[in-house]
């Protein structure tokens, strides 16, 4: 049999035609497919306003910059996530506060948050991790209760939608990475999306290095050059014409993943809220009562043909670069706490125990039922 993979883009013909279009227009720099996917992805996501940006990280940090949060500002999040949720708020100046994630959703436990508050405090940032959705219900209730505003990382979650609303419309601003190896792809791509015509402004114009809408030389605003290309734009444009076809096979995946793992006795499935539909980017269980470790199942896995990894088995707070924190060119100015003092043991349980199993969208139903009869096999 072929080797089962965790990451298999899906790219057709379309988005090769798309890409050699561009550049015969030789119009290579953002334009009319950057304004033709922002369309399509303001419709699929039920967002008034939308941004193309040069990736997930540039939209996190925009945001965090459209809503002046700066040094000394504090902003909650989560440990458990790739480290640009965290970074981009050390570009600014402001501190990552760490609050544990929830055992069963991996996602951050909206009953910590309160507890980490503080007068500094300016937003929380939750991570939809591996497309799971956050309880934005809980979240928000706590976010508007002290004023605080709320960046929602969706960088692995396309379409991943409570009670009908897609992820980063509860928030102020949606981040959405479209990176090379997400549900929907652009190479290196990201999009960002409001409901605030103002605070829309103040995003476009930080995007263009603080022009007006209308372009020229006159800079209003220190800003940042967070444009994307027409290529990867076309790739993305195309990528939500088959955005159904893609992502419908990756929403079979994991139905019948958590089907046939939710009560497994020695694995943790990613519980998904009632109402609510996961991107299904990534599917990640957790060992529980077994010996065995993470290394063991990956091993025997790919022993059957089956990729298998771990992917943030180091926590943010756990990286040299938070250790080292007064190394960070904001610590000259920044009083950032001792990040070697952080404790979140859910999130460093999670990360000490998962393993990443194929979940892309090339899989069949019966790929997926072989990859689970191989993890029955190894827990004999
Ligand atoms: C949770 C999370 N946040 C932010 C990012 C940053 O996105 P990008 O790689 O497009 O900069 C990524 C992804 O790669 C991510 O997975």
Redesign the pocket.
């Known amino acids: 049999m072929k080797d089962l993979p965790v990451v298999d883009v899906d790219i057709a013909q379309e988005e090769l035609d798309a890409v050699t279009d561009v550049v015969k227009s030789k119009f290579l720099i953002e334009g009319k497919n950057a304004r033709a996917f922002e369309k399509k992805f303001g419709k699929f996501t039920g967002s008034k306003y939308v941004t193309t940006v040069t990736?997930?990280?540039?939209?996190?940090h925009l945001a965090l910059t459209a809503l002046d949060i700066g040094p000394g500002d504090e902003v909650i999040t989560t440990p458990f996530?790739?480290v640009?949720?965290s970074n981009?708020i050390l570009f600014n100046g402001a501190i990552p506060i760490f609050v544990d994630v929830d055992l069963n959703s991996f996602n951050i436990d909206p009953a910590k948050i309160e507890a980490a508050i503080t007068p500094n405090t300016k937003a929380i940032m939750p991570?939809?991790?591996f497309g799971n959705p956050c309880d934005m219900k809980a979240i928000k209730d706590i976010a508007d209760a002290h004023k605080l505003h709320i960046i929602e990382?969706c960088?692995?979650a396309h379409d991943a939608r409570i009670d009908n609303q897609h992820t980063g419309i509860f928030g102020d601003i949606g981040?959405f990475?479209?990176?090379g190896?997400?549900n929907l792809v652009g190479g290196?791509?990201?999009a960002l999306i409001c409901q605030d015509e103002d605070l829309f402004d103040k995003i476009l114009s930080f995007k263009n290095h603080g022009r007006s809408p209308t372009g020229g030389y006159s800079h209003f605003k220190v800003g940042y050059n967070y444009r994307t290309t027409d290529m990867s734009a076309a790739i993305m444009n195309v990528q939500m014409d088959r955005a159904e076809e893609i992502l419908q096979r990756r929403h079979r995946n994991g139905n019948l993943y958590r089907e046939l793992l939710s009560d497994h006795p020695n694995l943790i499935v990613q519980k998904i809220l009632p109402d609510a539909q996961a991107s299904d980017y990534i599917m990640a269980p957790v060992l529980k009562d077994t010996e065995k470790t993470p290394n063991d199942v990956i091993n025997y896995l790919k022993s059957q043909n089956i990729s298998s990894r771990t992917i943030y088995s180091t926590l943010s707070y756990e990286q040299p670069c938070y250790k080292n924190i007064r190394d960070w060119i904001m610590a000259r100015v920044v009083d950032y706490p001792n990040y070697s003092k952080v404790k979140c043991p859910n999130a460093e349980y999670i990360a000490r125990n998962h393993f990443e199993i194929p979940m892309v969208s090339s899989l069949t139903d019966e790929n997926i039922r072989f990859i689970v009869d191989s993890l029955e096999k190894f827990f004999k």
């Open positions: 990736n997930g990280t540039c939209a996190l996530t790739f640009a949720s981009s991570v939809h991790i990382d960088a692995q981040c990475s479209f990176y190896t997400k290196e791509g990201g």
